[in-house]
């Protein structure tokens, strides 16, 4: 596989990474109280165990981190403490991938995540199918797939884009 296809292999991925991760702290973000949404300081000791436990590494410092800081640590905690054994496995398994990136790659999903958050919540569900379609494929798939889209011309591009949306129609789901 050369290098570009790497490059971009490896920014959705990160793509990915990134929108789950946003999603999930915006979900958090939403279901936090108001008494932590109102940028107020949290003392270490007023902390569940369990989020202490977690959060161990800040002990001696939290009360000296800013509120912030400390809002947006006990957020992910308690995403953290919410997730199933494979929900935690999946996301250090992100968490790995995203850490081995180059800042580059991690720029480009950046912007990719942020282009994407731009697109009407009927497109964002249809890049989500997509992605979904794209991930049933097996390997092989997906490389011929890959080749035959990388070697077209923008008119056959074109063509077999128009071709994939008249199909859709054909069976009543909306073009994508």
């Not at 973000?29 to 569940?48: G, M, N, R």
């Not at 161990?56 to 640590?73: I, T, V």
Request: hydrophobic share 30%.
């Amino acid at each position: 596989m050369s290098e570009s296809r790497c490059t971009r292999r490896a920014a959705l991925v990160a793509l990915f990474a990134v929108s789950v991760h946003f999603a999930a702290s915006g979900r958090a973000h939403a279901e936090t109280p108001a008494a932590v949404e109102a940028q107020d300081s949290i003392p270490w000791a007023s902390l569940k165990p369990e989020e202490q436990k977690v959060l161990a590494r800040h002990g001696e410092r939290w009360n000296s981190l800013p509120a912030e800081q400390q809002q947006r640590l006990l957020r992910g905690t308690q995403r953290w403490l919410a997730m199933t054994p494979e929900q935690r496995e999946r996301a250090q398994a992100r968490f790995k991938h995203w850490s081995e990136l180059t800042p580059e790659q991690r720029d480009r999903a950046r912007e990719s995540y942020h282009r994407f958050k731009k697109l009407p919540p009927e497109e964002q569900a249809r890049v989500r199918d997509n992605l979904h379609r794209l991930k049933k494929l097996t390997p092989e798939q997906r490389q011929r797939l890959r080749e035959r889209w990388q070697n077209a011309t923008p008119e056959e591009r074109q063509r077999m884009l128009e071709h994939r949306r008249q199909r859709m129609e054909r069976h009543g789901r909306p073009p994508g």
